[in-house]
């Protein structure tokens, strides 16, 4: 790996106890002692590219950001690939047992039972990279915190300039008049939209719970793909009867087709509520992708890399406001129809006759 202090090649003799042999300096992560395979150049480089070089980012997305790049996201061609190797190696190794078996040859055993081991990891590899096959991360997140976040803490004593580990809370907006409300009870995500001013530079009002909503306003709700995420967003609609409630979660087709979508599977098949079942957006859905949901697949919004997250908020305002003008735009032609046909005439005062004499 490459000293981050001298920027000298070390080998891993060389750097004993996080220690470099040529300058003699400490450093945070080695990529083949530590899990996530970083080291702090690549550390670095991560919260760069997440940040962009204006946004603060959460370490909750770093760690998926790690895990993404871990993944690879290849393509078909690499699944396919990953048979044919599997196959041929495969092949070799059985040519290389009935060989040994025959000549009673050591060297051909071990050719045999190399060539097994090889042909097995290729297989797995390319069950893990089939077409809608789940994402399996790599590092727990407890793991990530404890063994690199607080790691690289105890070395430079503080984390890189754009990287913060617990984000604000709580509702934001309202010194400028909101247009719209955000609602995300994505505790991550809202903190990750609070960390960045998401409030003040759009002036909505920015809340991470139902309570925090105020009334008049129109609500964009932002979450995750799932069966318990979108069977919330019902509740979240019954609780403001008469409001535009504007879903602006993850939509099934937008984690199915892309190939670099983060797509989780639970253990267990979870139950279709009775009411989202019953629901017109769930009717409208294809039966593919109420199949992969009911078969337990979801799709977190943390998982989405952050510049791309940041413009599906931003999209998510514009589609709010959008729906306000609508409203307002229709009570203004209402009342202008109504004042045409006489709805809003009022009636004037009949005039009274004068009394006798008067003038």
Known sequence: MICPNCRESVGRRERHGHRCSRCGRTFALDPKSEPGRLHDLKFRELV??????????????LYWLNE??????PGPKAHRGHLVIGTVVTAGALAAGSFALGADGQVWLFAAGLG??????????????????????RLSEIRFQYQVIDRWREVYGGLPTGLIEHPPAGPTGGAVEARAVVLCEVPAVAGFLHANNFAERHRVLLADELAQVPAALPVAVLRDLSLSALARTLVIRSALPGRR?????????????PARAVRLRD????RLPAA??????????????REWLTAGFRSPLITVPPPKLLALAEKAVERAVAARARTVETAAETRRR???IGFLTWPEAARTRPADGAR
């Not at 097994?116 to 991360?137: I, N, S, Y």
């Not at 253990?267 to 979870?270: C, G, K, L, M």
């Not at 989202?276 to 992708?289: C, F, H, S």
């Open 48 to 61: 760069a590219k997440g940040t962009g070089g204006r946004l603060r980012i959460t370490v909750e997305q």
């Open 68 to 73: 993404r790049r871990l993944h690879g996201f």
């Open 116 to 137: 097994a081991v090889v042909a097995v990891r290729e297989f797995h590899t390319a069950w893990r990279l089939r077409a809608g096959a789940p994402f399996r991360p």
């Open 245 to 257: 409630v504007v879903d602006c979660g993850l939509a099934p087709r937008a984690v199915l087709e």
């Open 267 to 270: 253990p267990s098949r979870p």
């Open 276 to 289: 989202l079942a019953a629901a017109p957006g769930w009717q409208r859905l294809t039966d593919r992708e």
């Open 338 to 340: 109504a004042k045409r």
